[in-house]
């Protein structure tokens, strides 16, 4: 139960599932027509951008005036079980962003693991006490990042919900 509750600290990404009432090719080109396969150079308004294939949905919402490398984005795929099509995935950050923090947050703690083996195997006081520390500061600056830039995005699933559902006549659940 509590490794469960450490991963959703590091990795917060939600699990969606959009239920369709449409073929599986309809959806997917319903899907694609309201989503921007290209970045628009001079955009003034955001819009959806992504691909969307049965086996690879990715989405993100562009504003051309703010950029959150922490900013949720949608990855699924389709799935038809029982004659009913399902877009099924989650919203979270960027894969690149979440190995960065973690490897930053691993980076923190390996620092303090040798801190503290140095100054129990230096003779006398070379280093200052607080030495050990400075790499558990670190990992939690890198989660306390992570949480505020996150949240400056957390509107960015309803609006991203909302255009999945708008584009494939479904619901979130």
Known sequence: MEAVQYRQLLDDRQPVRFEVRL???????????????SRKLFSVTEYLFGRVSA???RLERVMPTFHNSWKPMFTGHFVEANGAVVLIGTFGAAYFTRMFMR?????GVLWSIGALWSLHKTPGQQ???WFPFAGLGMAVLGL?????????????????SDRISGALGGRAS
């Open 23 to 37: 073929t599986l090719d309809d959806a997917i080109a319903r899907l694609a027509a309201a989503t921007e396969s």
């Open 55 to 57: 086996a690879d949905v």
């Open 103 to 107: 490897v930053f947050m691993a980076f």
């Open 127 to 129: 280093l200052p006490v």
């Open 144 to 160: 306390v990042i992570s949480r505020i830039f996150g949240r400056i995005s957390r509107g960015d699933i309803t609006w991203l």
